[in-house]
């Protein structure tokens, strides 16, 4: 089991950078995490991914360099570092625990965030 809390949302102007944070009680060190985002009247969307030990990520394309994942298993967070936000990157941002074999899809995570909100303003 683990809870999963996000911070570091708000509002920023294009060009601007944000680093959010998911903070997490439970066995965090055990699970990867995943990053979605979810814009206003569209489905939610993978940003990007993290296996339990941080060797290893994976990032949507729309990503393009912009974004970095990262985690710090002795602080039970994990972090995404967002640079260059443009406007279309405005959406509620969520952390995700869990196990996927695919890590893109939403529902092979079994922990959620209640999402923090991100507003990119041109």
């Known amino acids: 089991q683990v809870q999963l809390e996000e911070s570091g949302g708000g509002l920023v102007q294009a060009g601007g950078s944000l680093r959010l944070s998911c903070a997490a009680s439970?066995?965090?060190?055990?699970?990867?995490m995943g990053w979605f985002r979810q814009a206003l009247g569209k489905e939610r969307e993978f940003v990007g991914y993290?296996?339990?030990?941080?060797?290893?990520?994976h990032y949507a394309d729309f990503v393009k360099g912009r974004f970095t994942i990262s985690r710090d298993n002795a602080k039970n967070t994990a972090y995404l570092q967002m640079n260059s936000l443009q406007p279309e990157d405005t959406a509620v941002y969520y952390c995700?625990?869990?196990?996927?074999?695919?890590?893109?899809?939403?529902?092979?995570?079994?922990?959620w965030g209640q999402g923090t909100q991100v507003t990119v303003s041109s």
């Open positions: 995700a625990a869990g196990r996927p074999n695919i890590h893109t899809n939403p529902l092979q995570y079994g922990y």
């Open positions: 993290i296996n339990w030990s941080g060797v290893s990520t």
């Open positions: 439970g066995t965090f060190s055990s699970y990867a």
